[in-house]
């Protein structure tokens, strides 16, 4: 995916405090020191190496500025979150006002299970950016935008673990949203199979850990983008849960890219961005 280069829309404002007395003229302090773009890696928020996150502080942030949390694919087991980095300068080209916070999580291997660890990651990162708020000068209330394995975390995270409910909005591209889907169960691709294998063979647990049976009507508002073409993420994961969304009354749209995959470039793209930035400007 090619990089742009933005740039940051600045609206400048200033508050002035005014003081006075019987016997002195009105007094006129100076303007208030207002916050710079502020760019901070690598912040630690556990043990693990992988533990980490960058964080990109708007302008003039105050403590009413909203926060997106990006969450990185790679089926659970690889990637990192440079491999956001394209969404983290649409965000701060075109809704420059909002803070973005890049995570990487705990992969998953032999010896580290994919469940509860990553989602207890996420829950991590939510916590060390309240605990940092004053700091930062950022609002508690967030989105998430999640792509592949991280369009999964950011969905369970959102319906099943924001126990104070500060997820605004939700985005998943291409995440899997159930993994008791029998295009999975039945499915002969060898890439599918290793990456099922991860959560062992109890059909129960698959449910606890799949959005579309964890989602309730108070789930926040979701922005679902599907490639019909996708070999690892059927068109049933992501209409199943378009329509349980519809019956339960939640906020959310659902855009089906007939002829893409996983992923995808060009108008399909360009078409994703204008619809992820209408979204987040609404809801968030």
Not at 35 to 40: A, Q
Not at 64 to 84: E, P, Q, Y
Not at 209 to 237: C, K, N, R, W
Request: hydrophobic share 40%; glycine share 6%; net charge negative.
């Amino acid at each position: 995916m090619k990089k742009l280069v933005y740039t940051i829309l600045i609206t400048i404002s200033f508050v002035c405090l005014y003081s006075c007395s019987k016997n002195e003229e009105p007094k006129i302090e100076k303007p208030a020191l207002l916050l710079e773009f502020k760019t901070i890696t690598d912040i630690s928020y556990g043990s693990d190496s992988k533990q980490t996150y960058d964080i990109y502080l708007p302008k003039e942030r105050t403590l009413a500025t909203k926060v997106i949390v990006l969450v990185h694919g790679g089926g659970w087991t690889s990637g990192d979150k440079n491999d956001m980095n394209a969404f983290k300068d649409f965000i701060l080209r075109d809704l420059p006002n909002i803070a973005v916070v890049n995570m990487n999580y705990t992969l998953a291997n032999d010896n580290v299970p994919v469940h509860p660890t990553q989602v207890n990651d996420i829950t991590s990162v939510i916590d060390h950016l309240k605990d940092n708020r004053n700091e930062y000068q950022i609002s508690d209330d967030i989105g998430f935008i999640g792509v592949s394995a991280g369009g999964h975390l950011a969905l369970l995270w959102s319906y099943a673990f924001d126990l104070d409910n500060k997820v605004k909005m939700v985005c998943s591209i291409v995440g899997p949203t159930n993994l008791r889907d029998e295009a999975y169960l039945n499915s002969t691709n060898p890439e599918i199979q290793d990456l099922l294998s991860l959560y062992g063979e109890d059909l129960s647990f698959l449910k606890e850990i799949s959005p579309l049976f964890q989602v309730t009507a108070t789930a926040p508002p979701t922005i679902l983008f599907y490639g019909g073409q996708d070999p690892l993420v059927s068109i049933s994961q992501s209409s199943d849960l378009s329509d349980k969304l519809e019956v339960l009354g939640v906020i959310h749209e659902f855009t089906l890219y007939e002829n893409e995959g996983h992923g995808w470039v060009g108008v399909s793209l360009f078409d994703t961005s204008v619809k992820l930035k209408a979204f987040i400007e609404v809801h968030l």
